[in-house]
């Protein structure tokens, strides 16, 4: 099994940044992805960011382009997510999520492994 913990959620102003971190332990895999997804209150679990672990290839969702950059740390197996220019529409739970593959998927049911989320909130 790989266990995933996710921190660095919180509460900041409008235009400000935070930074969400996420750490794989357990059976972590040599060939795989890591994303983040979000989920809002009243709305669905939609796809944030991934990056593809071998090749580092970042995929992104249109609302978060140029705001938004996910990164990796295979020393740690962790992945992380650069938060800037953060808007009230961000606020959401946002969740860690892994499995093995090469590409990045954007549906959230072709991923095993979960974290438990973060709570990231953004003031106007």
């Known amino acids: 099994q790989v266990q995933l913990v996710e921190s660095g959620g919180g509460l900041v102003q409008a235009g400000g940044s935070l930074r969400l971190s996420c750490a794989a332990s357990g059976r972590t895999f040599s060939f795989y992805v890591m994303s983040w997804f979000r989920q809002a209150p009243g709305k669905e679990r939609e796809f944030v960011a991934g990056?593809?672990?071998?090749?580092?290839?970042?995929v992104y969702a249109d609302s978060v382009k140029g705001r938004f950059t996910i990164s990796r740390d295979g020393a740690r197996n962790a992945v992380s997510l650069q938060m800037n220019s953060l808007k009230p529409e961000d606020t959401a739970i946002y969740y860690c999520?892994?499995?093995?593959?090469?590409?990045?998927?954007?549906?959230?049911?072709?991923?095993?492994?979960w974290g438990q989320g973060t709570q990231v909130t953004v003031s106007s």
């Open positions: 990056i593809s672990w071998i090749a580092g290839r970042q």
């Open positions: 999520a892994a499995d093995r593959g090469a590409t990045v998927p954007y549906h959230g049911s072709e991923y095993r492994y």
